[in-house]
């Protein structure tokens, strides 16, 4: 049986006898107000987090990415508990209201950071395994756990593909149009970039939403929601730390190398895994996922959604729940 054929009969079925959904009407017109924030304390963070659903059920962590956070997943998580899963949707390092612990700590944003803080969140949480689902900087987060704590994770829905860097191959150009879609990036590797995100950080994260997702037609009031964890002290050193060390201009955190190491190589990931590709991702392009299946060993299957840009959650949420729910009850 092909994932997405019986599971969507199922999935409705449960919506709607759980008033999540009406048979004929899109549930979620208006969106979710927040849930309260909790928190939980790792070696090196106190991360805040939401979450949805039965505290007894089986948990799905969803990961933001980089310029968002958990509002992303606002009209996802309703889906999830209402089919009994508990949801939860912490805030990155350097979001919202997530605090370092210590002055002392690095305010890295490599991508060893970002998916040895979430193996450590669930740690916290006292979960043995997760399906694990993300997008962007939580994409990446959520692929580096799969690939290197498999036993942790059961399945991983990654909206934007394969995102382990190879920091190595950084310096090879990539064709003009992709290079043009970067640029924020090469401003954040200069002195002017890091001031610009400082005092523009609303605007400049609200034109990326834009390009980003050119469909979209979010307004300033769903903007704003999710800016406001832009305000964090550590946003901006974290941002500008990862993108200058993913194109290797600065160092990591030492605490990392060791996993730093087993990422260069590449390591492929054999959990069960649905990438979601947006047909109008304004980042990377609707063609960055075709040729990825080579990095995954386990059960995979790339769904492309069309008109819907980089934030896919946001953007398709029932097409990520559903992609979560399949993985749940393959």
Known sequence: MKWGTMIDRR???????????????????????PRPIKRVRTAALDIAYEENGPTAGYPVLLLHGFPYDPRAFDEVTPPLAAAGYRAIVPYLRGYGETRFLSAATMRSGQQAAMGRDTVDFMDALYL??????GFDWGGRAACVAAAMWPERVRGLVSCNGYTIQDIAASVKPASPEQENRMWYQYYFHTERGRAGLTANRHDLCKLLWKLWSPNWKFDDATYDRTARSFDNPDFVDVVIHSYRHRFGYVAGDPAFDSIEAALAKQPKISVPSIVLQGGADGVNGAGATDTQARFFTGRYQRRVIPRVGH???????METARATLDLLTA
């Open 11 to 33: 999935l409705f079925t449960r919506l709607i006898a759980a008033g999540a959904l009406a048979p004929s009407v899109r549930a979620f017109a208006q969106t979710p107000a």
């Open 311 to 317: 934030d896919v959650p946001q953007e398709a949420p």
């Open 128 to 133: 043995p395994n997760a399906v694990l689902v």
